[in-house]
């Protein structure tokens, strides 16, 4: 009986997190973090009993804050073109919601708001030297 629950609860692991792994997939497209946290659950539960997993998830907590450095460079004209972005898809997200001839504007429309959020919170450093400046 033993041999049985040792199994079962690793094949239960597994399965719980290959569909976390798939539902991150499923509701990545949703505005916020969409399947971000999910993929991770699924990975972490994956990396127990899988030796594959645990090297992903190690390089990807290892390498994960260079993308962040990479896509967002400290330099002057990258801020102004991102904050540029911002505005731009704002406009269109205030656009397409205020149209709203159908369901999938109003759906495109949230995703966009969300999204230039995203990146002018991602592009915070610009904002931090505007207020040293202020001052």
């Given at each position: 009986m033993n041999y049985f629950q040792k199994h079962a609860k690793r094949i239960?692991?597994?399965v719980l997190g290959y569909l976390?792994?798939?539902?991150?997939?499923?509701?990545g497209w949703l505005p916020g973090p969409g399947g971000i946290p999910l993929i991770l659950a699924g990975l972490g539960l994956l990396s127990i009993n899988n030796e594959w997993a645990a090297r992903l998830r190690d390089y990807l907590l290892k390498h994960g804050g260079k993308a962040v450095q990479i896509l967002f460079p400290p330099r002057?004209?990258?801020q102004v073109l991102y904050d540029i972005l911002?505005?731009?898809l704002l406009v269109l997200a205030t656009y397409l919601a205020h149209r709203h001839a159908a369901i999938w504007e109003i759906s495109v429309a949230i995703g966009l708001f969300f999204g230039s959020l995203f990146v002018a919170a991602m592009n915070r450093e610009r904002y931090l030297r505007f207020k040293r400046k202020r001052k």
């Open positions: 239960a692991t597994d976390l792994i798939l539902g991150g997939v499923a509701f002057a004209m990258v911002v505005i731009e």
